[in-house]
């Protein structure tokens, strides 16, 4: 598998956030300060780290009403809230979180669509995506636009493998709480981000739709804006 070292960001209260730049593209790398990656921002001790880091658009991906905390940027014009679940959409919570996210991107493409044509559409500057954890909305998310800015699946996969690494601390302590060992192992299975999830997600794509663009294209998301949102992601090397 390719490696891969992400760009942490040392963001007081947030365990996963960070810089997706460097990140290898066809014809070059994701560009330092164009997309970043992060749990909820309810728990950032410190709003004027996103200012420095020159952030222009927050995506939040949460249901509206998911968090009892307000977020700290709702009232700010770089915020927008687009879900990409509708609260009526059926879970298989029994299944893994694997086929868990082929039926999400099933259900509702438009909803991805839209997350993506934001991105495409946003004031230039970094965009921050993040959901509750930064793990399964954001996730897929962010496979979509590192897809879409011409990343190997291998790669895809890497970065959200990196998700799972970063959240482990947390994890164990909450399984912890668990009593039950049937349980506990379940949501330990839930919790997990093993590169075959995503993989199997790329694939599902390519077999079902055509691939990540012919995905987001059937969600509403034009030739324009898969164009801009490649050229605001891909840095290419100087001739």
Not at 82 to 108: F, Q
Not at 116 to 137: F, P, Q, W
Request: with cysteine; net charge negative; proline share 6%.
């Amino acid at each position: 598998m390719t490696e891969y070292q992400p760009l942490h960001l040392d963001w007081p209260g947030l365990a996963n956030a960070r810089d997706l730049g460097g990140l290898p593209v066809e014809g070059g790398t994701v560009r330092e300060g164009a997309l970043i990656r992060t749990e909820s921002l309810t728990r950032l001790e410190d709003p004027d780290v996103l200012r420095e880091a020159g952030v222009s658009l927050i995506v939040d991906l949460r249901r509206p009403g998911e968090s009892v905390e307000p977020h700290p940027f709702a009232d700010e014009d770089l915020y927008v809230n687009l879900p990409v679940e509708d609260p009526a959409d059926a879970k298989g919570i029994t299944s893994t979180m694997g086929a868990l996210y082929l039926d999400m991107l099933d259900a509702r493409p438009e909803l991805f669509a839209q997350a993506l044509g934001s991105m495409a559409d946003a004031e230039r500057g970094a965009v921050l995506v993040h959901c509750a954890a930064g793990k399964d909305r954001t996730g897929l998310v962010v496979a979509l636009a590192l897809s879409v800015a011409g990343a190997e699946p291998d790669v895809v996969a890497a970065d959200y493998a990196v998700t799972g690494e970063r959240l482990s601390p947390y994890v164990e302590g909450y399984l912890a709480t668990i009593e039950d060992e049937k349980q506990r192992e379940f949501w330990r299975g839930h919790q997990a981000t093993p590169v075959e999830f995503m993989l199997r997600v790329l694939e599902h794509l390519d077999e079902k739709y055509g691939g990540v663009e012919a995905y987001l294209r059937s969600g509403g998301m034009t030739d324009d804006q898969l164009s801009a949102l490649r050229e605001r992601l891909v840095a290419r090397p100087s001739v």
